[in-house]
């Protein structure tokens, strides 16, 4: 069974930096695309990037929102997915979720596996 | 980027009911388009891909259609667990973009 867990949320100040986790399981990580996927209270849904697989040399997207600010990184040994996130702004605050695209053509591009998420508050 | 304008944002049925959500994209997506159904407090899930193929275990009252600039999903036969939030998304190029939601309460 494909699981994704998130970890890593909680209250971070305005300009700090917080790194969180993605565990996965039931699927060859290294074969892989992983996104990340947020949502801010009451709002909708927010690509924040991605991190390709072994064949495409992890190469990553990122949300202009977030270029220069977040790195999504990942160890396939430990079956794990980073979100590093920098110099945080209150708009970050969100629910971020870790996501599994089905595949890694554009028309498999569809997400069929979502984490259940984690809060990062950004706030005073 | 690509915009997604879901309409309407809110909209309020019965159970029974025949509901339609339609999505607009600002520029052509073929059919690289795909939604999801949230609730409050869990993570959306999958419901279609390429604008009408149907998520294994989905129930085959959601239907979608469309290709180009305009989609719809339809529900033809509303069910209690069906209230939800739903999403459009494109998959053709990045940014990823999603539609902003369409509230479906009951009436």
């Known amino acids: 069974e494909v699981q994704l867990v998130e970890s890593g949320g909680g209250l971070v100040q305005p300009g700090g930096s917080l790194r969180l986790s993605c565990a996965a399981s039931g699927f060859t990580l290294s074969n892989h695309y992983i996104d990340w996927v947020r949502q801010a209270p009451g709002k909708g849904l927010e690509w924040v990037g991605r991190?390709?697989?072994?064949?495409?040399?992890?190469?990553?997207e990122y949300a202009a929102s977030v270029k220069g600010r977040f790195t999504i990184s990942r160890d396939d040994s430990k079956n794990s997915l980073y979100l590093q996130m920098n110099s945080l702004k209150t708009e970050d605050t969100a629910v971020y979720y870790c996501?599994?695209?089905?595949?890694?053509?554009?028309?498999?591009?569809?997400?069929?596996?979502w984490g259940q998420g984690t809060l990062v508050t950004v706030s005073s | 980027d690509i915009q997604l304008t879901q309409s309407p944002s809110f909209l309020s049925a019965s159970v029974g009911d025949r509901v339609t959500i339609t999505c607009r994209a600002s520029q052509g997506i073929s059919s690289s388009l795909a939604w999801y159904q949230q609730k409050p407090g869990k993570a959306p899930k999958l419901l279609i891909y390429a604008a009408s193929t149907l998520q294994s275990g989905v129930p085959s009252r959601f239907s979608g259609s469309g290709s180009g600039t305009e989609f719809t999903l339809t529900i033809s036969s509303l069910q209690p667990e069906d209230f939800a939030t739903y999403y459009c998304?494109?998959?053709?190029?990045?940014?990823?973009?999603f539609g902003q939601g369409t509230r479906l309460e009951i009436k």
């Open positions: 996501v599994r695209p089905h595949d890694s053509s554009w028309s498999g591009a569809y997400f069929d596996f």
């Open positions: 998304q494109q998959l053709i190029s990045y940014p990823i973009t």
């Open positions: 991190t390709r697989d072994k064949g495409s040399s992890y190469t990553t």
